[in-house]
């Protein structure tokens, strides 16, 4: 299976594809955890890639394209993998495309996880990782005893630096701005995949695992 999840921020993506991969032995490819996880190591790169983020802009394209083409070069990349949050631009998505093209892999499909605008701000301002278990958490719809096992874990719930509310207004135009046209490139190619990723996780689910076939 080779997926690209498509989506706003606060669609979904990151929650489902931990979902998929616990069936499927593929690896769970974010671009965003990768960028985090260099902004914490420190490097130069790192502080480079943390300004960006905290403004709510893109890294540029071809940055993004020496770092997935390095990780899908990885063995556990070589039977397939779900994107999550790459490609979100068009000249991305032709890398994706040539980059596949040339390992003769090609995608299956791109899945948009269709959300409302208005129920992404709620989802994203209420949204914070539980740090004892690394479980994803929303402070208005998880449910209460869910909240507290992380604390009783000896957790907190921590914020993601780029979950205010400016950054998250800018992180929502540049997705109509840059984003949208990714949905459109693979509609024109016949791989889109729409799921309606209003309601609960374990019903967007149900119907991401549907539209997968
Ligand atoms: P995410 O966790 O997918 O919401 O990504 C968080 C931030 O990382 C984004 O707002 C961008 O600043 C950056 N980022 C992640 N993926 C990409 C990408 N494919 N291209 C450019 N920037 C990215």
Known sequence: MRIVLLGAPGSGKGTQAKLLIEKRRVPHISTGDMLRAAVASGTRFGLKAKSIMEAGNLVPDDVMLGIIAERLAQPDAADGFILDG??????????????????????????????????????????????ATGKLLNVYFSPKAELEACKAAGGELLQR????????????????????????????????????????????????KEALG
């Open 86 to 131: 790459f490609p979100r631009t068009r000249q991305q998505a032709m890398d994706l495309e040539e980059l596949l093209d040339q390992l003769g892999a090609p995608l299956d499909a791109a899945i948009l996880m269709d959300v409302d605008f208005d129920i992404l701000m709620k989802r994203l301002t209420g949204r914070r990782t539980c740090s």
């Open 161 to 208: 630096d780029d979950d205010n509310e400016e950054t998250i207004a800018r992180r929502l135009d540049v997705y109509r701005e840059n984003t949208e046209p990714v949905v459109e490139y693979y509609r024109k190619r016949g791989k889109l995949r729409v799921v309606d990723a209003e309601g609960t996780v374990d019903a967007v689910s149900d119907r991401l």
